[in-house]
T-cell receptor
Framework: GENVEQHPSTLSVQEGDSAVIKCTYSDSASNYFPWYKQELGKGPQLIIDIRSNVGEKKDQRIAVTLNKTAKHFSLHITETQPEDSAVYFCAPQGGAQKLVFGQGTRLTINP | EPEVTQTPSHQVTQMGQEVILRCVPISNHLYFYWYRQILGQKVEFLVSFYNNEISEKSEIFDDQFSVERPDGSNFTLKIRSTKLEDSAMYFC???????????FGPGTRLLVL
């Protein structure tokens, strides 16, 4: 089955600095690559996604880069703010509809 | 902005009892999903549902689980005889198509005693 790994598992950065989280996957049929943010006690919320026909996508302070050859994609958050503190999950989707979640990265922004 | 809703937000039940978790997906979406998250762990896929039938299920989704779309708006997950290890947060999600953004509800926290 699909194997998804996310690194690091925890990340602490100073407010205003950048954060990068990397996700590797095994299913070469994956063609949709979302990142979700989960705040305490809430459901995962999509923050950005990318499809296999592009290599990078940006939305204000958030960007996702995709390397399909190497089977990894990364989340980049610039100018981090305290409200960026949360758990972030990558969840690549393969030919089936299901999302396969990574184990999550707990991001803490230090004021 | 339309969103997925779930009820109840919390459910406490005794081992062996049946529970039904309810979801109202976004109205024009065609695909519906259930996921679960055991405390402190990652989100795990349970089942996907399209055109009034299960399109995919995981090994977690055994004979104790069933899903139903009883009317045009609700989507339910039934656990027939709950076990202690069923304690988790259960998330419903929906998407317009099969390989498109999945929108998650706030979850139902199930505690089996």
């Amino acid at each position: 089955g699909e194997n998804v790994e996310q690194h690091p598992s925890t990340l602490s950065v100073q407010e205003g600095d950048s954060a990068v989280i990397k996700c590797t996957y095994s299913d070469s049929a994956s063609n949709y690559f979302p990142w979700y943010k989960q705040e305490l006690g809430k459901g995962p919320q999509l923050i950005i996604d990318i499809r296999s026909n592009v290599g990078e996508k940006k939305d204000q302070r958030i960007a996702v880069t995709l390397n399909k050859t190497a089977k990894h994609f990364s989340l980049h958050i610039t100018e981090t703010q305290p409200e960026d503190s949360a758990v972030y999950f990558c969840a690549p989707q393969g030919g089936a509809q299901k999302l396969v979640f990574g184990q999550g990265t707990r991001l803490t922004i230090n004021p | 902005e339309p969103e997925v809703t779930q009820t109840p937000s919390h459910q406490v039940t005794q081992m062996g009892q049946e529970v039904i978790l309810r979801c109202v997906p976004i109205s024009n979406h065609l695909y519906f999903y259930w996921y679960r998250q055991i405390l402190g762990q990652k989100v795990e896929f349970l089942v996907s549902f399209y055109n009034n039938e299960i399109s995919e299920k995981s090994e977690i989704f055994d004979d104790q689980f069933s899903v139903e779309r009883p009317d045009g708006s609700n989507f339910t997950l039934k656990i027939r005889s709950t076990k202690l290890e069923d304690s988790a947060m259960y998330f419903c999600a929906s998407s317009p198509g099969g390989v498109e953004t999945q929108y998650f509800g706030p979850g139902t926290r199930l505690l089996v005693l």
